[in-house]
């Protein structure tokens, strides 16, 4: 029996609805679609040889969630370990949901898609790829749901430092962290700030000689205990943990609310109260902030980096991590030297620079023989794009859990394929409305709203945005958990086999 269904899996090329990434998007899409839709097949194309996506490519040391499980984890499974998780705690999860849901006989490990192009005739996407061996395969779809994320897993972002061929010691990149490195008794540079960094500098500090963070610019960090009270007390009064999930995963959302439109509101006020926090966990009333600890932006303008138990700063206190704010002038043959002349030695260089963008995977796309240029696109609700039919694209959160839009995403496009189905329809896609025509168009997101990196660097191959709440992805969770379930499928923005939604009649699309 395992023989003839393996032998029927890899027989069967075409699917109700292809999936693209096995990572935190595509297992959670999945889940939604058996779920929602039971009677469609489908499959998970995956080019890494196993599922997790961001949380199999990260293999530096630390590697944990800057987000709360409670909120990260999926609505249908709760989440019972602490709310800041390693790594392989994420990916132990994950592969709980894969098993516990038959998702495993539906992925396709190994496959690398290499183009996509949608027919209008036929209304079938034609999906290349090839697999581990280098063979071609071709797979259709009636619908394609783009879950791969948003940067390159094979090629960081590195700028492009003076002298780095001098440096005689070793240099890499976080994301191209080889785990079996043993960096015991070394000094260690980490140039960055960010999460990455502020996950990964603790960890070596527990081994290593000493860690220098050499950033550019200061960021914002929150320091919490790595627990959640009230789950603790609901488990103690023997509350079932599907109820304690939901319950503390509101309560959750319903404080990360608060605290993001405080930091439009008040900064300055939340600036003070995440100081108290880090003196409460340094022991020290005197803890001194500057130049190292104040950014120049406004709170949540870039990601507000968690910091359980205070780990960087209590490491920087016991003298084992040094703080250089500067920028990087060049490499040396021993380490670097920054603009104002200081001279840092390393026996590792870890650049915790960010990622380099990869919208739709870096995937050529084309629609009726036509190449698809997605900043030609008008996005709507981050999801779905002007002159691409039968297509979903998994954006999720920046300010909140990732995940969150990935199961509001999951009941949408359900939604829309049972709409779909029930009216016999076989294409859709969404088109600016007679009211729309003359809205003005701007980049994905406002500089002034959320602008790290390698978002800005990529803002150019990004999609655009309207002026519009449907036509916008606007990072506010809290706004579109309730816009998205109420969304009319029978708007005038939706266009059906060639019929906008609300007339009898065809028009242009």
Request: proline share 5%.
């Amino acid at each position: 029996m395992a023989t003839a269904a393996v032998a029927a899996k890899d027989l069967a090329t075409h699917v109700d609805v292809l999936i693209v990434g096995a990572g935190i998007s595509g297992i959670g899409s999945a889940y939604h679609l058996q779920e929602q839709c039971p009677g469609k097949s489908y499959a998970i194309l995956e080019m890494k040889d196993t599922f997790g996506g961001t949380w199999e490519t990260h293999k530096y040391p630390g590697v944990r969630s800057d987000s709360d499980l409670y909120t990260f984890g999926y609505r249908f499974k709760p989440w019972v370990g602490t709310p800041i998780a390693s790594g392989q705690a994420i990916l132990d999860y994950m592969g709980e949901v894969i098993e516990e849901n038959g998702i495993a006989e539906h992925i396709r490990y190994g496959h690398r898609i290499t183009a996509c192009s949608f027919d209008s005739q036929s209304n079938l996407w034609t999906i290349e790829a090839t697999d581990k061996g280098g063979q071609a395969k071709t797979f259709t779809a009636n619908f394609l749901w783009m879950c791969q994320g948003y940067y390159d897993h094979e090629t960081p972002y590195i700028p492009e430092w003076k002298g780095m061929d001098q440096y005689k010691g070793k240099f890499v990149h976080a994301q191209l962290w080889d785990p079996g490195t043993d960096y015991t008794g070394k000094k260690i540079l980490v140039i960055g700030s960010g999460a990455t960094a502020a996950t990964v500098i603790p960890a070596f500090a527990e081994k290593a000689a000493h860690v220098t963070m050499l950033q550019r610019s200061p960021t914002y960090f929150y320091c919490a205990e790595n627990k959640n009270e009230l789950a603790d007390k609901l488990r103690a009064g023997g509350i079932d943990e599907p109820t304690i999930h939901r319950v503390v995963r509101t309560q959750i959302m319903h404080d990360q609310d608060v605290m993001t439109k405080r930091c439009q509101t008040e900064p300055d006020a939340v600036f003070e109260e995440l100081k108290m926090l880090v003196r409460a966990f340094t022991g020290k009333d005197d803890f001194e902030f500057e130049p190292h600890f104040t950014p120049k932006y406004r709170i949540w303008q870039q990601r507000l980096a968690f910091c359980p138990e205070g780990d960087i700063f209590r490491a920087a206190v016991a003298g084992k991590v040094s703080i250089v704010t500067d920028t990087l002038d060049t490499f040396t043959e021993t380490g670097v030297r920054t603009a104002d002349g200081t001279e840092i030695e390393a026996d590792i260089i870890v650049a915790c620079t960010g990622f380099r963008l990869s919208v739709m995977g870096d995937i050529p796309f084309k629609v009726d023989g036509q190449p698809v240029n997605w900043h030609d696109t008008i996005n709507y609700r981050g999801m779905m794009f002007t002159g691409v039919p039968n297509m979903a694209w998994v954006m999720g959160y920046f300010r909140a859990s990732w995940t969150l839009r990935v199961d509001m995403m999951g009941d949408f496009v359900c939604n829309l394929l049972n709409r779909m189905d029930r009216n016999g329809v076989k294409r859709v896609e969404v088109a600016l409305r007679e009211e729309d025509h003359n809205m003005p168009l701007g980049d994905w997101i406002e500089n002034d709203n959320f602008n790290p990196g390698y978002l800005m660097r990529g803002l150019k191959e990004m999609p655009q945005r309207g002026d519009k709440p449907e036509w916008r992805h606007n990072q506010d969770y809290w706004a579109e958990k309730n816009q998205i379930p109420n969304t009319d499928l029978e708007g005038g923005e939706f266009v059906y086999d060639g019929v906008r939604a609300g007339l009898k009649v065809t028009e242009p699309a």
